[in-house]
DNA sequence: GATGAATGAGGGTTCATTCAT
DNA sequence: TATGAATGAACCCTCATTCAT
């Protein structure tokens, strides 16, 4: 079942590996310089100093090529986040929502550009890969937090509550990431979207 | 000074002025529907019953004609964030959220697949057109709130808190009009972002 | 028997003759000075401060508008002719020629660039308007002046020599008022072009 | 520096240097036979049995394409001219004056109708091709006949009369070559001309 | 007579994709 | 396997001309 996204066929030698290396690795650039709707195969093999037929040898067409690059950077992103959250799942729960925020903002902060023209435009287009590797991570992580600490939060509904701290996750860190904002500092709104989810988590009485 | 975006000539004739309206109508509707990128003229035009010459007539070409929809689609929403917003301003802080929630939630359901096209690909393009009257509306109470009841919360640098605030209402709105959660039901997702924002405002104390 | 070219009606009414007019007087400003390609209707009838209808209910189409503008503008150019070529008929042939050179230059001096252009552009599209009542008037007195001097000149075949002068005329006077040469009198130009002429007419030997 | 009318990309396989001849073959017939106006891609690319992006991949745009045309077409016109040109420094001035007529003729006849429209269209619109190799060619030709034959003619002031003779030659080559006028033979015409440059400038006394 | 809204054929240009070499 | 020349559907936009009001 050869869907039309499936890059079409797995390089073996290591030249090839190469040629497909660059490939994306131009249309990465491309993608974050020049935005989404000026990235086009010809400036994507000039700049990896590929010919047009190379890059169809590997993928069947220009999204097949995209869907490959935002696999790719996912899974950048899934390596990161492996690495600091594979820890401390035994600390305070502001110590783990911390510890998960530096770690979503570590990861946003790997290609901040793609990341967001690929969230922008790409994901857009195809819903399904909405819900990539790194998300589910993180969305694993949020559950069993708020799982493991549910006596001491006054949450009731997990579900409503990790998709709310997942919202907040997602765009308190683009927004920082993303949209460097003047006069605020970096260290100030990392403490900040802890400050914010936090409270959500643990605010103790409805002061209706 | 006539910019790249600025409408070529207004509609006098009763005539004309449906034929813009019915221009504007179409382009809310393919945008809305197939989104930015498979946006072209000749669809407009044919979903308007209307030549291509008459879109020409009035807007100088293709962006000038989706900007003119944004401020179209804006001025909408301020319509009702006004209507919803003009009273209350004596009320607790809870309830004065509560109803800015709702408010901006309303202007989110006018029309929320056009608006979150215009969103992702338009306001990309022109950044100027980020800071809508809309926007600014709600920038603006959003400082007032957070000013007039200055004391009662613990907010100590009222630029970050503003910025959070609006972030969350920005972001939980969006995903609570534009991505209809299963298993979430709208009025308990609405409650969660006051919670989520009152949390983040009246956090009693800081437990680290 | 009704060419295309051929004017709709003729106004009658002082007001349909003015808006006729001003409807010529505003097509030769944008041929002046935007050129043959940046001329259009929508541009003439703006300048002329007429609706696009009143344009098609005197003239068939955008040709037959510029073919009356060319008829006004060769007619204004005989006037000058006419009203400088009257007398002298019993001159020097020197004094007849620079009569006429100073002559053609006038005429052309009245709308250099609304020459140059209609000459460049209109007159290659339809070479049935290249013998304007200016030219015959003009390539008449040549003739003339010619025939009555005959035996003054060596010249022996009249219809080349008159070819010739008419010629040297054209593209000297075009060269002298459409293209102001820098670090070239007119004046000096002026002389130049009658030295040149009668030095051709009076050649006394052929130096082979 | 990449200026609007440098050409896109050099053929370098004898296939791509086939299009391109004859993309540049077919403009030039297009030009030749239907004159500016109607010179649009679809005609060129349809003659030249290829399609439209063959010709993109080459030219930028429509005027670079035209560009090309013009270069090839002056040096083709300054082959000629070298080739007739490159004797005959020491001969009497009638005999050089009598052989640049000649040249400049010939050169005009390799295709005349091109030229013409080249000339009135492409020129006047990029002032910039004016000055092409053919034309500084016989500019420096003239000056350097009127320099070394200064003592024998009457000319003073060389400027003035090395503008005269060029624009003479040009005009009366232009109308000898293009406007195949009846009843007037080729060669007594270009006698003619001969006759006209060489008065001009062997004029013994001025007769007024 | 006058207006100007509406038309749509036609033109320039792009770019994903194919395929002969 | 790699190349890059060639393709052509599709897009944006212009402007001469018509016609209802």
């Known amino acids: 079942m050869q869907t039309a996204t499936t890059p079409r066929k797995t390089p073996r030698q290591t030249r090839s590996q190469a040629t497909v290396e660059s490939i994306l690795e131009a249309t990465a650039r491309v993608l974050a310089q020049h935005g989404y709707a000026a990235t086009n195969t010809n400036r994507i093999t000039e700049l ?38 594979s820890t401390g799942s035994r600390e305070s729960i502001t110590k783990r929502i911390r510890r998960l925020i530096a770690a979503v903002l570590a990861a946003h902060r790997l290609e901040p550009d793609l990341h967001w023209v690929l969230e922008r435009n790409f994901v ?51 927004a920082t990431v993303l949209e460097p904002t003047p006069h605020l500092a970096t260290d100030k709104l990392e403490q900040a979207i802890g400050d914010a989810i936090l409270g959500y988590l643990t605010r103790p009485a409805r002061l209706e």
Chains 1, 2, 3, 4 share one sequence.
């Open 124 to 174: 857009a287009l195809e819903p399904a890969y909405d819900v990539s590797p790194a998300d589910q991570l993180v969305h694993g992580i949020v559950r069993q937090i708020l799982d493991e600490h549910r006596a001491e939060l006054g949450v009731v509904d997990i579900n409503l509550a990790s998709y709310m701290v997942l919202r907040m996750l997602e765009s308190l860190d683009h």
């Open 48 to 85: 990896a100093c590929v010919s047009v037929g190379s890059l169809y040898q590997y993928f069947p067409n220009k999204l097949a090529l995209i869907a490959a690059l935002h696999e790719r950077h996912v899974a950048q992103m899934a390596v990161v986040l492996l690495r600091d959250l």
